[in-house]
Antibody
Framework: QVQLKESGPGLVQPSQTLSLTCTVS????????VHWVRQPPGKGLEWMGR???????SYNSALKSRLSISRDTSKNQVFLKMNSLQTDDTGTYYCTRPTEGIVDWGQGVMVTVSS | DIVMTQGALPNPVPSGESASITCQSS???????????LNWYLQRPGQSPQLLIY???TRASGVSDRFSGSGSGTDFTLKISSVEAEDVGVYYCQQFLEYPRTFGSGTKLEIK
C-alpha cells in the first residue's frame, strides 16, 4: 500500500528556514517521482517542485531561489528546505506521487510562519 | 509557465442537476503522442485532493461515471451529471505537459 507522510515544525519564524520531510512506503524513490505542493489557507494549490526517480530536481520558478529538494533513498525520505520564510508561506504542504492514472497524496502538514 | 484559468459555477447547484466546470490553458496540452496532459482533481473540505480525471477524459480508478472530462488542446470541461452531496468541494484542473506543473485557481461546488 502506497503511503506518503509529511512531517515538520508547525511553526516557523519569519526569515527562518523551513525543513519538511516526506516519508514514503509501498514504493521505491528510485522508481517514482515525488512532488511537493502547497496550499495557503482558503486558497488554491501551488506546485513547488519535484524529485525525480533518478535524483534530478525541478522547481517552481517563483520559489527556485529559496527552495531545495533532496532525498535519502535508504530512509525512503524526500526533503524540502525553503529559506527566507514570510507570512505568505503559511499553509499546508503536501508531498505527492503522481503516476499515470494515480496520484497519491500525503495528508499534508500545516506550517504557520509567525513570530 | 502555462497558465490555467478556471471558470466559476452558479452556486448552489440543485441536487440532481448537472454542473460543468471549465478550464483553459495558455498553451495547447495536446502532445504529439495524441494525449492531452490535463488532470482534474476534487478537494473535499478538510481533505487532500483526489484525482478524478487524467489524460483530459480518462476517469481514475473508483471514480463515479457521473464525472466526465472533455475538451480540445486548450479548452476543457469537467461535467458532473446529477450532482450529489458528496461532490461538494473545490475542483482543480492541472497541466502535466511541462514543468513547472500548474493548477487552475479552483472552482467551488455547493449543493442546494
Amino acid at each position: 500500500q502506497v503511503q506518503l507522510k509529511e512531517s515538520g515544525p508547525g511553526l516557523v519564524q519569519p526569515s527562518q528556514t523551513l525543513s519538511l520531510t516526506c516519508t514514503v512506503s509501498g514504493f521505491s524513490l528510485t522508481s517514482y517521482n515525488v512532488h511537493w505542493v502547497r496550499q495557503p489557507p482558503g486558497k488554491g494549490l501551488e506546485w513547488m517542485g519535484r524529485m525525480r526517480y533518478n535524483g534530478d530536481t525541478s522547481y517552481n520558478s517563483a520559489l527556485k531561489s529559496r527552495l531545495s529538494i533532496s532525498r535519502d533513498t535508504s530512509k525512503n525520505q524526500v526533503f524540502l528546505k525553503m529559506n527566507s520564510l514570510q507570512t505568505d508561506d503559511t499553509g499546508t504542504y503536501y508531498c505527492t506521487r503522481p503516476t499515470e492514472g494515480i496520484v497519491d497524496w500525503g495528508q499534508g502538514v500545516m506550517v504557520t510562519v509567525s513570530s | 509557465d502555462i497558465v490555467m484559468t478556471q471558470g466559476a459555477l452558479p452556486n448552489p447547484v440543485p441536487s440532481g442537476e448537472s454542473a460543468s466546470i471549465t478550464c483553459q490553458s495558455s498553451k495547447s496540452l495536446l502532445h504529439s503522442n495524441g494525449k492531452t496532459y490535463l488532470n482534474w482533481y476534487l478537494q473535499r473540505p478538510g481533505q487532500s485532493p483526489q484525482l478524478l480525471i487524467y489524460w483530459m477524459s480518462t476517469r481514475a480508478s473508483g471514480v463515479s461515471d457521473r464525472f466526465s472530462g472533455s475538451g480540445s488542446g486548450t479548452d476543457f470541461t469537467l461535467k458532473i451529471s446529477s450532482v450529489e452531496a458528496e461532490d461538494v468541494g473545490v475542483y482543480y484542473c492541472q497541466q502535466f505537459l511541462e514543468y513547472p506543473r500548474t493548477f487552475g485557481s479552483g472552482t467551488k461546488l455547493e449543493i442546494k
